[in-house]
């Protein structure tokens, strides 16, 4: 099942954007979701988790900047980003879990999106 996220651009040091995902004839409504993130010559990297009861998890580097959230009812997985930063620069995958819980580990997502591209200027 290929995820789709959506709402990636260019913005100023300091804006924000709101990255959308779905996930077109099938619905994730029992599995924890997240936000991953990867920049040229990076590793892909954690962003946020949220669990099939919305219970949330950040890393550090975007904790109290960023918001992760869902509708479960339109099938949807949000990602509120305020105050960017050019680090934050980096393509933006989302991703569904195989459990229930928040996790930060690659390894125990089984489908992901194709990526939206975010670039902060400073």
């Known amino acids: 099942v290929q995820l789709q996220a959506s709402g990636g651009g260019l913005v100023q040091a300091g804006g924000s954007l709101r990255l959308s995902c779905t996930a077109p004839?099938?619905?994730?409504?029992?599995?924890?979701m997240g936000w991953f993130r990867q920049a040229p010559g990076k590793e892909r990297e954690f962003v946020a988790s949220?669990?099939?009861?919305?219970?949330?998890y950040y890393a550090d580097s975007v904790k109290g900047r960023f918001t992760i959230s869902r509708e479960l009812n339109r099938n949807m997985l949000y990602l509120q980003m305020n105050s960017l930063k050019p680090e934050d620069t980096a393509v933006y995958y989302c991703?569904?879990?195989?459990?229930?819980?928040?996790?930060?580990?690659?390894?125990?997502?089984?489908?992901w999106g194709q990526g939206t591209q975010v670039t902060v200027s400073s």
């Open positions: 004839g099938r619905t994730f409504s029992n599995n924890a």
């Open positions: 991703a569904a879990a195989r459990g229930s819980s928040t996790t930060s580990r690659f390894s125990e997502y089984g489908h």
């Open positions: 949220i669990s099939w009861k919305s219970f949330t």
